[in-house]
Structure formats: structure tokens, C-alpha cells
């Protein structure tokens, strides 16, 4: 029998209304949005379900995403599912570590708002972030080294999907080379700033002294990390790598193929969207996805549960 893998998606994915059958349905998910008010002193049920402008501004996206996430983690534990390892793309990576049990509900709540509030202030005037799609990656890591100023890759989504970052001037003088060398589109993404570049190391550091304060748990379930694309066995290795993982590429393709090679076979996808299993399909499309951003969708996983 194979393994299941419980992946959390990241900023981007966001929508309003995300989350609000789940907080009106089901005790448990209900608390999770509760308490991410507590921890971060923002009304969250209202963030996620009202019309606003807010819910795609970094330092309320982040915490907005987690809550859903985190209430429909809970929804599915109340199932008896369990993963054999989980990991998350950037801000997923926390929901990843609350179904790790590696730190509570509330102390992921309060470390990602703070998150969010330093990445949004970290954020330089003219940062960009440009999807470069059907390059290879090789050709997309030369380009960036070559091209003068602060650029790099920020995501290594899937194949044929790279993500990079930087100053606005390099981003665009290295999209410049990279459409004369073949690239069959980049795309622009709407972000409000360069995430996942050198440019956010002050924004590590700050989140580094918040986390001085969160008590880490002993890991119960395999979780992989962005940064390295490989399992965090020793629990004083989580805030570190936390701290990295906001200036350093997201190895998000590396790590879904560390899993298959592992034995797993059977991905679900927690959270708004479904833009991890829409990667799922271009690194490997034999493996079997699951979403699960309904409370309908607790039904496809019964065959799943003790």
C-alpha cells in the first residue's frame, strides 16, 4: 500500500469566501478561525468571507490562507486521516507544520502573521516577480547568474514553471534574455514584492527573533522543508530553516519527487485552489490528487480513514 503526502498550498491561491462552509459546519474549524483571530488580532472569519481589499495584501493574505488551511487540517483529522509525510509551498510550509505537530495552532497563527507584516514591510520600491514558463531550468539558473543586479529563482514549482525574483530593472533585463532564448511565455505575477530573494533576508532575521519565542514540538509526522527539499529530523533545525525559507528559493518540485521516491502515491491538497495538484500533474501524472477546499470534498476521502 502506498503512502498519502498532505500538501498545503501558498499565497496567491487565496479567494474570498474561502474556508466559510467549513467554519460554519463544523465545530473544530470554527475554533481554528477563532483562535487565528486571537492570535493575530484581526477579525480572520470576516478577512476570509467578506468582500475586501485586504485578503491580497501579503500581511493579511498569510494569515487569512493559514486559517483556512488550518481548519480544514482539522476538518480531516477529525476523519482519522493521518499523512505519512507533509510539506507545504512558502506559506503552506506552516500548514505543514501544524500537521506535523510541530508547533500548535496558535503559535503558527501568531508566527505568520508576524510574517506576513515583515515581508510586507522588507518590500522594496520595484520588485518583481516573473513566471518564465517552457525553459529548462538549467538554461533559467545560467540566465539569472549571468544578468546583472539581484536576480534568482524563487520557485521551482514543476517543469516547465520556474518562478523568479529580484530588483525590477535585473528581473527584466534577465526576462529579456530568457524570451530570445525560447521561453514560451513569462508572465508577470501580481505580487507586492520580490519574495524569496536576498532582498527579504531583513524580514528573516526579524521573523527569526519572533520564533526565539515559539516552543517547538518533537516532529510526529515527516515534514519536508522548501529550503532543502529534504526531511527536518531534528526539531532545533525548524526555526533556522523558518528563517532561510523567506529569502530562499521554494523547492517545491524537488520536494513533491522526494515523496514519490519515498512510496507516496497519493497527494491531498488542503487549502483554496488547486494550484499544487495542477503542478502534480507536470511532475508526475500518475500520482493520485486529492482536493480538499469543500466539505464536500471530506466525502472523497472515506476510503482513506480508519
Given at each position: 500500500m502506498g503512502k498519502?503526502?498532505?500538501?498545503f498550498p501558498g499565497q496567491g491561491a487565496q479567494y474570498v469566501g474561502m474556508g466559510k462552509d467549513f467554519y460554519e459546519q463544523i465545530p473544530v474549524c470554527r475554533e481554528m478561525f477563532e483562535l487565528a483571530s486571537k492570535a493575530s488580532g484581526l477579525d480572520v472569519p470576516a478577512l476570509c468571507f467578506e468582500e475586501n481589499e485586504q485578503i491580497n495584501i501579503t500581511e493579511y493574505t498569510q494569515i487569512a490562507m493559514l486559517a483556512a488551511e488550518v481548519a480544514m487540517l482539522k476538518a480531516i483529522e477529525e476523519k482519522g486521516l493521518k499523512p505519512d509525510v507533509t510539506g507545504g509551498l512558502s506559506l503552506g510550509e506552516y500548514g505543514a507544520l501544524a500537521a506535523s505537530g510541530v508547533m500548535g495552532p496558535e503559535d503558527v497563527f501568531k508566527v505568520v502573521r508576524k510574517r506576513g507584516i515583515y515581508?510586507?514591510?522588507?518590500?522594496?520600491?520595484?520588485?518583481?516577480?516573473?513566471?518564465?514558463?517552457?525553459?529548462?531550468?538549467?538554461?533559467?539558473?545560467?540566465?539569472?547568474?549571468?544578468?546583472?543586479g539581484c536576480v534568482s529563482i524563487a520557485n521551482y514549482n514543476c517543469p516547465g514553471q520556474i518562478v523568479i525574483t529580484g530588483e525590477e530593472g535585473a528581473v527584466q533585463a534577465a526576462v529579456e534574455k530568457l524570451t530570445a532564448t525560447g521561453a514560451k511565455r513569462c508572465v508577470t505575477l501580481k505580487v507586492s514584492g520580490p519574495f524569496h530573494s536576498s532582498l527579504l533576508v531583513g524580514a528573516g532575521e526579524k521573523l527569526g527573533t519572533e520564533l526565539e519565542n515559539v516552543e517547538i514540538h518533537d516532529i510526529q509526522i515527516p515534514y519536508i522543508a522548501n529550503v532543502t527539499a529534504d526531511y527536518v529530523t531534528d526539531k532545533n533545525d525548524v526555526k533556522p530553516l523558518l528563517v532561510k525559507q523567506?529569502?530562499?528559493?521554494?523547492?517545491?518540485?524537488?520536494?513533491?519527487?522526494?515523496?514519490i521516491a519515498d512510496g507516496v502515491d497519493t497527494f491531498v491538497e488542503i487549502g483554496p485552489g488547486k494550484t499544487l495538484s495542477g503542478f502534480m500533474r507536470k511532475i508526475n501524472k500518475e500520482m493520485k490528487v486529492i482536493n480538499v477546499e469543500k466539505v464536500e470534498d471530506l466525502e472523497k476521502l472515506n476510503s482513506y480513514c480508519s
Open positions: 498519502t503526502a498532505f500538501m515581508m510586507q514591510e522588507a518590500v522594496p520600491q520595484g520588485g518583481a516577480m516573473v513566471a518564465v514558463l517552457g525553459l529548462d531550468t538549467a538554461v533559467i539558473e545560467k540566465i539569472c547568474e549571468e544578468t546583472e523567506v529569502s530562499s528559493s521554494v523547492k517545491w518540485q524537488q520536494t513533491v519527487e522526494r515523496m
